[in-house]
T-cell receptor
Framework: EAQVTQNPRYLITVTGKKLTVTCSQN?????MSWYRQDPGLGLRQIYY???????DKGDVPEGYKVSRKEKRNFPLILESPSPNQTSLYFC????????????FGPGTRLTVL | KNEVEQSPQNLTAQEGEFITINCSYS?????LHWLQQHPGGGIVSLFM???GKKKHGRLIATINIQEKHSSLHITASHPRDSAVYIC??????????FGTGTRLQVFP
């Protein structure tokens, strides 16, 4: 089954404690992306990757890191989480934005105390 | 002013009604995406459009590049269509800019 998986689905943590949210897709997609969703602000893009070892900033990259060492995986790293990073996070993948719809992961609800 | 505007923000309908959700954007784009998010949060991509019209079941999406406008139509609406519908555009940058969504409730 074609899918994008994210782990964990729910996470409560404290300020400053490094964490990683994993994202994996089994469709051999080249494009992968991370989004955050906040009430009143909607979805916003954090980082995206066009292919292995190619990543670029979205609109809200501050406080986040990503890496793309393998095609299937695109982890999101918060090195020193802060309460303003409390949000619902989605990973997505596609062949490319211009020719294909995106497949979204189930979301990760993160709370930073 | 947001680069992507959706209207209406909220929409209620009776089962069976024809529904239209609008998306206007102010920049040149390479593609426009329509997404659906049900209560509980999961997001499903409905359409990717760069021109013309696409249809999938009871859903129809159109785009007018010259007028910078897209519409999502739902024919014979059903309560299971209740969701938030989100428009997003790619500005030739491989980055997406999202509208704030249209909340649709369809009552039996």
């Amino acid at each position: 089954e074609a899918q994008v998986t994210q782990n964990p689905r729910y996470l409560i943590t404290v300020t400053g404690k490094k964490l990683t949210v994993t994202c994996s897709q089994n469709m051999n997609h080249e494009y992968m992306s991370w989004y955050r969703q906040d009430p009143g602000l909607g979805l916003r893009q954090i980082y995206y990757s066009m292919n292995v070892e190619v990543t670029d900033k979205g609109d809200v990259p501050e406080g986040y890191k990503v890496s793309r060492k393998e095609k299937r995986n695109f982890p999101l790293i918060l090195e020193s989480p802060s309460p303003n990073q409390t949000s619902l996070y989605f990973c997505a993948s596609s062949l490319s934005l211009a020719v294909d719809t995106q497949y979204f992961g189930p979301g990760t609800r993160l709370t930073v105390l | 002013k947001n680069e992507v505007e959706q209207s209406p923000q909220n929409l209620t309908a009776q089962e069976g009604e024809f529904i239209t959700i609008n998306c206007s954007y102010s920049v040149g784009i390479s593609a426009l995406h329509w997404l659906q998010q049900h209560p509980g949060g999961g997001i499903v991509s409905l359409f990717m459009l760069s021109s013309g019209k696409k249809k999938h079941g009871r859903l129809i999406a159109t785009i007018n590049i010259q007028e910078k406008h897209s519409s999502l139509h739902i024919t014979a609406s059903h309560p299971r269509d209740s969701a938030v519908y989100i428009c997003a555009v790619d500005r030739y940058t491989d980055k997406l800019i999202f509208g704030t969504g249209t909340r649709l409730q369809v009552f039996p």
